[in-house]
């Protein structure tokens, strides 16, 4: 079962390029979630969607974009890297929300030099 | 400003031992998750409790809900090497619909 696919898994950018995450899930799940993860700092949510064409900001949602044309795929976009979106990036799907499980990707491991 | 605070964040015990992690708030959760990462891969859901008060056991290891449903805590009798990692704990406010994570706590057990 792939469950939750994230591409890449590593990268490394200049500042000021811009580049796509890839999230794909075949689980059929309505939400979806990405956050990133910084040493000591725990996951934090960037943007998150309920449904296809419904997207919504998270905490941290400055330098990013989202879209969800499909419930299968929810691309992050991050438009003039800074060094301060280094991070490992992670994708998350769930059924539902409030008690249902959220399935995590592998992550991307991102830096911006 | 850390909604979900955990203690300790580190912590390094040998093989056998006892432990208890905890994960605080000022806020009302409807329900808190506990998650349990390894290096390079997601996080994965151990548990979900829901009730203030509620207790859940999964194998050695006890996750409770405090009363008030502001924290939790997961005690692990005698820890394996192979319960080494972070362990995450998330919460579900009743205002919307966001899970919030904590820091974690990075657990290492030595052989």
């Known amino acids: 079962n792939a469950g939750v696919t994230q591409t890449p898994k590593f990268r490394i950018l200049k500042i000021g390029q811009s580049m796509t995450l890839q999230c794909t899930q075949d689980m059929n799940h309505n939400y979806m979630y990405w956050y990133r993860q910084d040493p000591g700092m725990g996951l934090k949510l960037i943007y998150y969607s309920v449904g296809a064409g419904i997207t919504d900001k998270g905490e941290v949602p400055n330098g990013y974009n989202v879209s969800r044309s499909t419930t299968e795929d929810f691309p992050l976009r991050l438009e003039l890297a800074a060094p301060s979106q280094t991070s490992v990036y992670f994708c998350a799907s769930s059924y539902g929300r409030k008690n249902t499980e959220a399935f995590f990707g592998q992550g991307t491991r991102l830096t911006v030099v | 400003t850390q909604l979900l605070e955990q203690s300790p964040q580190f912590l390094s015990i040998q093989e056998g031992e006892n432990l208890t992690v905890y994960c605080n708030s000022s806020s009302v959760f409807s329900s808190l998750q506990w998650y349990r990462q390894e290096p390079g891969e997601g996080p994965v859901l151990l548990v979900t409790v829901v009730t203030g008060g509620e207790v859940k056991k999964l194998k050695r290891l006890t996750f409770q809900f405090g009363d008030a449903r502001k924290d939790s805590s997961l005690h692990i009798t005698a820890a394996q090497p192979g319960d080494t990692g972070l362990y995450l704990c998330?919460?579900?406010?009743?205002?919307?619909?966001?899970?919030?994570f904590g820091p974690g706590t990075s657990l290492s057990v030595i052989p």
């Open positions: 998330a919460g579900v406010k009743t205002s919307y619909d966001k899970v919030i």
